[in-house]
Structures are given as C-alpha cells and as structure tokens.
C-alpha cells in the first residue's frame, strides 16, 4: 500500500527539518518536498497538485503568508488536503485559515502529542482543530471582509516583515512609483495614516500574521 505523501512548508528549519524526521521515522509516510517560505509552498504545492496527499504549512512565512499560500491552492484546486501548523492560537487566525480552506489546524506546541492524530484525521476526510483551541470561539469569529487584492495583501504582509517601499519594489519586481501607490492604497483602505498603524489593523483584522521574532 502506498504511503501518504506529505509536502511540508515553515521557515523554521529546526521545526520543518524535526517534523520531516520524525514522521519519515514512523514508517508511516513519506515525505515528497519541503518549503522555506510562502512563495515556494505556492510553488511546491502547485507541482505535487495531483501526486500528494497532504501539505502541512505554517501560518507566518516570508514572501508569502501561510493564509494566501492555502487560498491559492484552494483556488488552483488541488487534491491533497491542508494542515495549518501554527503558533498562533487566536481565533481570528484559526478561522481564517479554515475561511481560506485548510482542514485542520495544530499549534506547534502541542506537535509532539497531536501531530499523527491530526495527519490521519485530516487525511482521513474529517476536520481537526487541536485540543488547546477554543472550538467555540472559532465557530462564534466572524471575519471582517476586506476589499483589499491579493496583490495589496502581499505587499501588507511584505511591509509587516520590514520592507521599505524601494525592499517592496525589488522584491516584486515593480517599480517605486507602484509600490508607493499599493501602500498609498492600504492605508486609504484600512484608514490609517502610518506604517504602525498600517500593521496594527493589519493584524487586528487578520489580515496579516506578524513574523515570530528569532
């Protein structure tokens, strides 16, 4: 019988290079791809679209967040299911990611004795939330709809990780003027007037995950 696939993506090497470990050490599955950032899950997902099983992704990368990675998937229409691996318990964050389409999400603290559970529920059909998540707080969320693009989210999520306008339009490849007009564009949308503020509704409202400090 052939093994579950797995495809893994964190940025956390230590973390993503553990979890490769110890599930290869199971014998139970087998691992297909790994990813560092959000940009190379998208990339990795879309690849495996038809010959995996399972992405288990964390919910704060670079380049790309975890929530946008799993929208786009779902947008693609993959096959294999998706487990959010997260530190963030929150329950705006556990119900976004569920809004975006994955199927279970796990806190990394509770990995050494939920992640097998988890992985077989999930491949399984069946959702999973982990033990230490408020269920009712979840189901209770309501998201506040955003009228921003996926292009505006990127940017958010890019100025959330420290780039400056000329950082934002290398890393996209557009130019200054473009990237002064996406910034210009969030903070009339989210009606601030200054990066801190930028980022602090950006996070209230879910919209973007601020990266763990190392």
Same mark, same amino acid.
């Given at each position: 019988?052939?093994?579950?696939?797995?495809?893994?993506?964190?940025?956390?090497?230590?973390?993503?290079?553990?979890?490769?470990?110890?599930?290869?050490?199971?014998?139970?599955?087998?691992?297909?791809?790994?990813?560092?950032?959000?940009?190379?899950?998208?990339?990795?997902?879309?690849?495996?679209?038809?010959?995996?099983?399972?992405?288990?992704?964390?919910?704060?990368?670079?380049?790309?967040?975890?929530?946008?990675?799993?929208?786009?998937?779902?947008?693609?229409?993959?096959?294999?299911?998706?487990?959010?691996?997260?530190?963030?318990?929150?329950?705006?964050?556990?119900?976004?990611?569920?809004?975006?389409?994955?199927?279970?999400?796990?806190?990394?603290? #509770?990995?050494?004795?939920?992640?097998?559970?988890?992985?077989?529920?999930?491949?399984?059909?069946?959702?999973?939330?982990?033990?230490?998540?408020?269920?009712?707080?979840?189901?209770?969320?309501?998201?506040?709809?955003?009228?921003?693009?996926?292009?505006?989210?990127?940017?958010?999520?890019?100025? #959330?990780?420290?780039?400056?306008?000329?950082?934002?339009?290398?890393?996209?490849?557009?130019?200054?003027?473009?990237?002064?007009?996406?910034?210009?564009?969030?903070?009339?949308?989210?009606?601030?007037?200054?990066?801190?503020?930028?980022?602090?509704?950006?996070?209230?409202?879910?919209?973007?995950?601020?990266?763990?400090?190392?």
């Amino acid at each position: 019988m052939r093994k579950p696939r797995i495809l893994l993506a964190d940025d956390h090497n230590i973390v993503r290079q553990g979890m490769a470990a110890l599930l290869v050490q199971s014998g139970r599955y087998e691992i297909v791809g790994q990813a560092t950032d959000g940009e190379e899950a998208l990339t990795l997902g879309l690849t495996h679209a038809a010959d995996a099983d399972l992405m288990i992704v964390d919910v704060a990368m670079p380049k790309l967040g975890g929530l946008d990675v799993i929208a786009r998937l779902r947008r693609k229409r993959v096959r294999f299911k998706l487990l959010v691996l997260s530190m963030y318990d929150d329950a705006q964050f556990v119900a976004r990611a569920i809004q975006a389409g994955a199927n279970g999400y796990l806190l990394k603290q #509770a990995m050494d004795d939920e992640l097998f559970t988890a992985i077989e529920r999930v491949l399984a059909g069946e959702a999973y939330l982990g033990a230490a998540i408020d269920e009712a707080a979840v189901l209770q969320f309501r998201i506040e709809e955003s009228d921003l693009t996926r292009r505006e989210r990127q940017v958010l999520q890019l100025i #959330a990780e420290g780039l400056t306008t000329t950082d934002l339009a290398r890393e996209l490849a557009i130019s200054p003027h473009t990237a002064t007009r996406h910034r210009a564009n969030l903070m009339r949308k989210l009606n601030v007037h200054n990066r801190v503020d930028l980022i602090r509704v950006g996070v209230q409202r879910g919209l973007i995950v601020l990266p763990p400090s190392r």
